[in-house]
């Protein structure tokens, strides 16, 4: 049994090696990352479940394994602003890097308890890699560098398994959704389609007619069972990928940012949360922060610092008094849409759009096509 | 020092990960939190031209002429996101008892009374009479050649009385 025990840990060893390889990211742009997940909240996805006080509670329907379903219904709105707020404030904490490492962990825990009555109207949106992803960061040296409290270091050898153990986790997630996918869609069947029973369910149920749905009405519909065997392929193999190597993987990124920009335009289905997600296993240089520390004294640090927190603070109090909830940001765009269901559309647009060209830069770099400026300088520092 | 890291932290990760996907498989009962992402396997029927799929919608009646109109569902449902329409459509808005066990499976009168008086501010809001709103599957056909909907038939109806 014990040789049995051996033989396993040596393999288990080496996959993990692999997946920590592939997966690997630096300690700036960890960094980097965070300051992106706090802006990428503020501007674009604060979370927010007090309008769940504003709906009839005959609609609680929690899922049979919930928290939520420890509850008679759902919360008032003083408790579930306290959790927006608190959000609020952790998402502030990463940001600037106020120990970071605990508002994560805070963060995810308060997200996962509001998401569990957002999700309890008989629909659960599949936004867990969003907390999981911020609770594993935590643990890893993205609250160290450009932070006003830093965290305390960790090891690279944790931060690398860290990262390897969130790449397996979006894995595994990707493999829920193909796994169905592949028993169903891969019919060889002409006459039944996946991709085109969401888009039409979608485009005449729920209004999604935006971007380029309209003209997916103009095509023969066989045309998109090429579609169901791509999501299929795409969505069960980045496991490969990871184990491949790191070129591979940062590929099998590259190609998820180009398949939820597709999602975006013709299904209009965002889903920009995982925008971020992907970006974690991405090096990320921004010269502009390193020339604003560099050039930069404390007090003018510090000066940039609270005054952009009193904006968002303002902005965030007016609109709790307004609208009765925390908002993003970008809600103030919400007057030139139809609603905030074509705001959420082109926050994707957006967010994909960013996301789809620095993992293009990645494998462009990784394959050796480009090589930037940053890229000389991070070496010259290495070898000096 | 544990004796065999690798070995312990895949278990442990396949402890955490695999049990909430095989009970959702099973049973089709999702849990949350758990790591899994949005299957959505249904298939519409396809030919060279034309598309059947179902469609949900919400009616109301219209102020004067009285006939069923399509509601638009966005400010309708406003602050609930239009995507959960499939699963309140479902449900009745809550206003029958629940298709499980939540609760003891009991809605109270309150309840009840609470939700149609939120749906008829809905609607009145929404600019259509307050006493009834209908729910409906319809399976329809899409031809692309004629660029329109071809046949539609009703799945189901379902009319909630809100008086």
Redesign the interface.
């Known amino acids: 049994m014990k040789k049995f ?1 051996d033989w ?2 040596r393999k ?2 080496i ?2 090696n692999k997946a920590e390889a592939a997966a690997e990211n630096d300690d700036r742009s960890l960094s980097i990352l965070r300051i992106s997940y706090g802006l990428f909240i503020i501007v674009f996805a604060t979370p927010s479940f007090s ?1 769940i006080s ?14 939520a ?1 420890l509850f ?2 759902f919360p008032s709105y003083a408790w579930l602003l306290v959790i927006d707020v608190s959000l609020f404030v952790c998402s502030i904490c990463l940001l600037f890097g106020v120990k970071a490492r605990y508002a994560g962990i805070l963060f995810s825990a308060l997200d ?1 308890i509001g ?2 009555f957002s ?1 309890s ?6 936004f ?2 969003f ?2 992803f911020i609770f594993g960061l935590s643990f890893t040296n993205w609250g160290v560098g450009y932070a006003l409290i830093p965290d305390k270091e960790v090891a690279k050898k944790q931060q690398r ?1 860290v990262l390897a ?1 969130l790449a ?2 979006l894995c ?3 493999f ?6 592949a ?3 891969i ?1 060889f069947d ?5 991709f ?3 888009f ?2 979608g485009f ?4 999604r007619q935006y971007f380029l749905a309209p003209f997916i ?6 045309t998109f ?1 090429i579609f169901d065997y791509f999501t299929v392929i795409f ?1 069960l193999s980045p496991i490969i990928a990871l184990i491949s190597g790191r070129k591979w993987w940062l590929l099998w990124l590259f190609v998820a940012s180009m398949f939820h920009l597709a999602n975006t335009v013709l299904l209009n289905i965002p889903f920009p949360v995982h925008a971020p997600i992907y970006l974690s296993f991405i090096y990320i240089r921004f010269p502009l922060l390193t020339n604003f520390k560099k050039n930069s004294n404390q007090t003018k640090i510090y000066l940039f610092i609270s005054t952009t927190i009193t904006i968002i603070s303002i902005h965030q109090l007016f609109n709790v008094v307004t609208r009765n909830s925390i908002e993003p940001l970008v809600i103030y765009a919400l007057s030139l849409m ?4 074509e705001l959420s559309l082109y926050v994707g647009l957006l967010v994909w759009l960013i996301t789809f060209f620095w993992t293009g830069l990645a494998v462009a770099k990784a394959f050796n096509i480009i090589t930037t400026p940053t890229d000389k300088a991070d070496k010259a520092s290495q070898e000096s | 020092m544990i004796q ?4 312990s ?2 278990l442990l ?1 396949s402890l955490v ?1 695999l049990p ?2 095989v ?3 099973r049973y089709g ?23 059947s ?5 919400l009616w109301g009646k219209h102020k004067e002429k009285g006939d069923w109109i399509r509601v638009d ?3 309708f449902l ?11 459509a ?2 009745s ?3 029958k008892s ?1 298709n ?1 066990k ?2 003891n499976g009991v ?1 109270t009168p309150e ?2 009374q ?2 149609k008086q ?2 008829r501010q809905k609607l009145v809001q929404s600019g259509y009479v307050a006493d009834a709103l209908m729910i409906t599957i319809d399976k ?1 056909t ?1 031809d ?1 050649a004629a ?1 329109k ?1 071809i046949t539609s038939y009703r799945e189901h109806e379902e009319i909630l009385r809100l008086d």
């Open positions: 025990f396993t840990e288990l060893e996959l993990w309008w504003k709906v009839l509670q005959s609609l609680f329907l929690p899922p049979t394994i919930s928290l379903n008679d219904g996962i998401s569990s999700f109207f008989g629909k659960i949106d599949h867990i890699m907390p999981v398994r153990i397996v986790i595994f997630g990707m829920t959704a193909g796994f169905e996918k028993r169903h869609w019919d002409l006459t039944k389609g996946g085109i029973d969401w039409y369910s005449f149920s729920t209004d009405l103009l095509i023969p519909p066989q069972e969505e139809k609603g905030r269901v | 065999y890291p690798n070995l932290l895949t990760l990960l909430p996907f009970w959702t498989r009962l999702e849990p949350y939190p758990a790591i899994i992402l949005p299957s959505g396997a249904s298939k519409a029927s396809v030919t060279k031209t034309q598309v799929f179902n469609r949900t919608s569902l966005e400010p406003e602050p609930i996101p239009i995507h959960y329409l499939y699963a309140i479902k449900n808005f809550g206003l629940p499980r939540i609760r809605i309840e009840v609470g939700g939120w749906l329809e899409f692309v660029n909907i």
